[in-house]
């Protein structure tokens, strides 16, 4: 089944260019030189992926990641960075918020195209394992994949909150903490999940709900 990507990049010479090349490669491709236009028809494309420029008019692709990031069915939508800006802390603030991978122009078709297909593969690797662990949970009959993790009630309830697309922010105001303690608690479930990201963290949330109504 064809992969959908949407592109989004105000540089439409250069949008035609990646959609002609992407289309090429058997993909489906939507294109669109703004962020509100790509939001307003996120239902109608259903992407498997979105490609966005960062510096762009209006709203530019920080600001479309946290909406992406904090909306309930698209929270989980694999987004690529494909952005002029190369500087560290630029990079630093596109995985933080969320991005899957940050390519910066002038790029090569074939590296962006290697990223793309990781990114799937790695995705289908991910559901293949979360199947497997489902099925050996309920052979071992466990109540909890975390059970043996030692969560913090802290740390639990900022995992649910991730699991449900909440922003650093939103679960900072959720929980009545700073955004600076939200990032450690984030970051010591990564470490105790061995998760790398919150993609992955939010995924493994959602395989303990699904263990925990088979239990039922």
């Not at 058997?26 to 259903?46: G, M, P, R, S, Y």
């Not at 630093?92 to 074939?110: D, Q, R, V």
């Not at 990223?115 to 466990?142: D, R, S």
Request: net charge positive; charged share 20%; with cysteine.
């Amino acid at each position: 089944m064809k992969k959908t990507i949407l592109l989004i990049d105000d540089d439409i010479n250069l949008l035609n260019s990646m959609a002609s090349y992407l289309i090429s490669e058997d993909f489906t491709i939507h294109i669109t030189t703004n962020v509100c236009n790509a939001l307003n028809n996120l239902t109608i494309i259903q992407p498997d992926l979105i490609i966005t420029d960062i510096m762009m008019p209006n709203i530019d692709g920080y600001e479309l990641i946290k909406r992406i990031r904090s909306t309930k069915n698209w929270h989980q939508t694999p987004i690529i960075f494909l952005t002029a800006k190369g500087m560290t802390q630029d990079r630093i603030l596109g995985y933080n918020l969320g991005c899957n991978a940050y390519l910066a122009k002038p790029f090569y078709p074939e590296e962006l195209i290697a990223i793309i297909n990781n990114i799937f593969q790695q995705l289908e690797f991910y559901k293949t394992n979360i199947n497997h662990n489902i099925q050996k949970v309920q052979n071992k009959k466990q109540n909890s994949i975390f059970d043996s993790l030692s969560l913090t009630t802290k740390e639990y309830k900022v995992l649910l909150l991730v699991s449900k697309g909440y922003t650093n922010k939103e679960i900072a105001n959720k929980i009545n903490s700073s955004i600076r303690n939200v990032e450690k608690y984030v970051s010591r479930l990564l470490n105790k999940t061995k998760t790398r990201n919150r993609t992955e963290l939010a995924k493994l949330a959602l395989l303990n709900s699904l263990n925990k109504l088979k239990g039922e």
